[in-house]
């Protein structure tokens, strides 16, 4: 199982991410994580990667691709992962579609974590201000302003991305606004939905995902429950919290 999790920063990815990885025993790649590591380690990703990450902006292209690149060769990521912030531009996407094909394997779905972004500010704004109260240790990038940055980097780049899985076919929209067991449930629903494709799964046949790529695909949404709006006044999630890539790039 190979998925990403697409979702405005504080959207509950990694959050979700790590149920799903209990769930159906694949490692989570989180390149915050792995930047984060990056830097607490002074490497010389970590050192490119540190001021630009404080301002909430994105990480160059070719920084991210490489680390990713790296690291689903490790031999954890073979029966699966799941992608959690990246990609997060189009070139990253692109970049993620050559991998895959290199390594003859496809994506079995992005699942777009939709949600109220008005909402998501004061949910995130609260969380620091109670964090700053019991005087805990905060990241960086957790202050509101930085927040409007990233969720400006967020509009501008990466939610493009979701016409981009929507035209591959491979896009499913859960609302996740709802409680987190609730979104696990729309997400493991739009995974069953996810038929996988034995063209593009079957070794040495990985021409699937590039046709895949080139199909129109349509937009599906798992569960029940009404979508938040996409656009301005959106809410959300939980605090991220997410789990373990090891070794900084
Ligand atoms: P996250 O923990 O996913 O919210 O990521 C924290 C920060 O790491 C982001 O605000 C970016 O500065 C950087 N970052 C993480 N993933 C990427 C990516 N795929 N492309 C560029 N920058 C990234």
């Known amino acids: 199982m190979r998925l990403i999790l697409l979702g405005p920063p504080g959207a ?30 002074g490497t010389p990703v970590g050192r490119k990667a540190k001021d630009i990450m404080d301002a909430g902006g994105l990480v160059p292209d070719d920084v991210v691709v490489d680390i990713v690149a790296q690291r689903i060769e490790q031999p954890d990521a ?38 109220d972004e008005g909402a998501l500010i004061r949910r995130i704004e609260s969380r620091i201000a109670e964090m700053k109260a019991r005087g805990e240790p905060l ?47 729309q997400i493991e629903k739009a995974l069953d939905a996810a038929k996988p494709d034995p063209a593009v799964k079957a070794p040495g046949k990985p ?25 301005a006044g959106r809410k959300a999630a939980q605090p991220k919290s997410r789990g373990g890539n090891t070794t900084p790039p």
């Open 139 to 185: 990241r960086q990038d957790d202050n509101p302003a930085v927040l409007q940055q990233r969720l400006s980097a967020y509009r501008k780049l990466t939610e493009p991305l979701i016409a981009y899985y929507g035209q591959q076919g491979t896009l499913h929209t859960v609302n996740g606004m709802a409680p987190v067991p609730e979104v696990t449930g």
């Open 12 to 41: 509950g990815k990694g959050t979700q991410a790590q149920r799903l990885v209990a769930q159906y025993g694949i490692v989570q790649l989180s390149t915050g994580d792995m930047l984060r590591a990056a830097v607490k380690a």
């Open 207 to 231: 021409a699937g995902a590039l046709a895949r790529a080139a199909d129109l695909g349509k937009k599906s949404s798992a569960g029940g429950s009404a979508l938040p709006k996409r656009t």
């Open 78 to 115: 073979r029966k699966g992962f799941i992608l959690d912030g990246f990609p997060r531009t189009v070139p990253q996407a692109v970049a993620l579609d050559r991998m895959l094909v290199q390594h003859g394997v496809a994506l079995d779905a992005a699942i777009e974590l939709q949600v």
